[in-house]
């Protein structure tokens, strides 16, 4: 099974500037169609998850493009090019790729 | 417009049995998959599970094979997650999601199951 690993777990940043999260899959998520189902969802206090990049760099409907998604095989970005208040929450990283499906631990995202 | 809806709050005691359900609206339901996803208090997402309603196809994940059955109802366009046993451990939020782009962009409201004597 791919187990996902996030870094950091805690990211304390001030508004206004950008802040950062990795991820690394135990094994390379590209697909055997060629496609590489690497997303990123954020959670907000008492939300379901909301997807925010799917395929490692596709902003998802309605997303703002201040998010951002890099990456490839088995190591992935999440950028956030100006921290606002409303982006606090808990970020995860997920592969779908292969069967099971598995998140990452999630990286909570605070401000200063 | 997408939408998933799920059923309501559960309070159960242990060794009770449960069925959640997930009805989904605003696409082909039997063209996606649906999975759920558990959350326990305090703690990250977890994927349970997946279920295609064209053909009834189901993968688990290992931790959650034989805790738990994935069906769904394609004639009503709903999915369930269901406990013969429930613990107290199953006390959670779980989600049903649908996904987009290859990833979960549709997700429901979730529903809180607390299991408690």
């Known amino acids: 099974d791919i187990v996902m690993t996030q870094t950091p777990l805690s990211s304390p940043v001030t508004l206004g500037q950008p802040a950062s999260i990795s991820c690394r899959s135990s094994?390379?998520?590209?697909?055997?169609?060629?496609?590489?189902?690497l997303s990123w969802l954020q959670q907000r206090p008492g939300q379901p998850p909301r997807l925010l990049i799917y395929?490692?760099?596709n902003r998802f409907s309605g997303v703002p493009d201040r998010f951002s998604g890099s990456g490839a095989g088995t190591d992935f970005t999440l950028k956030i090019s100006r921290v606002e208040a409303e982006d606090v929450g808990v970020y995860y990283c997920?592969?779908?790729?292969?069967?099971?499906?598995?998140f990452g631990q999630g990286t909570k995202l605070e401000i200063k | 417009e997408v939408q998933l809806v799920q059923s309501g709050a559960e309070v159960k005691k242990p060794g009770e049995s449960l069925k959640i359900s997930c009805k989904g609206s605003?696409?082909?339901?039997?063209?996606?998959?649906i999975g759920w996803v558990r959350q326990m208090p305090g703690k990250g997402l977890e994927w349970m599970g997946i279920?295609?309603?064209?053909?009834?196809?189901?993968r688990y994940s290992p931790s959650f094979q034989g805790q738990v059955t994935i069906s769904a109802d394609k004639s009503i366009s709903t999915a369930y997650l269901q406990w013969s046993s429930l613990k107290a451990s199953d006390t959670a939020m779980y989600y049903c999601?649908?996904?987009?782009?290859?990833?979960?962009?549709?997700w429901g409201q979730g529903t809180l199951v607390t299991v408690s004597s």
């Open positions: 279920i295609y309603p064209g053909d009834s196809d189901t």
């Open positions: 094994q390379s998520l590209v697909h055997s169609d060629g496609n590489t189902y």
């Open positions: 395929k490692i760099s």
């Open positions: 605003g696409y082909s339901f039997t063209s996606y998959w």
């Open positions: 999601a649908t996904p987009d782009g290859g990833s979960y962009g549709y």
């Open positions: 997920m592969q779908a790729t292969q069967f099971p499906q598995a």
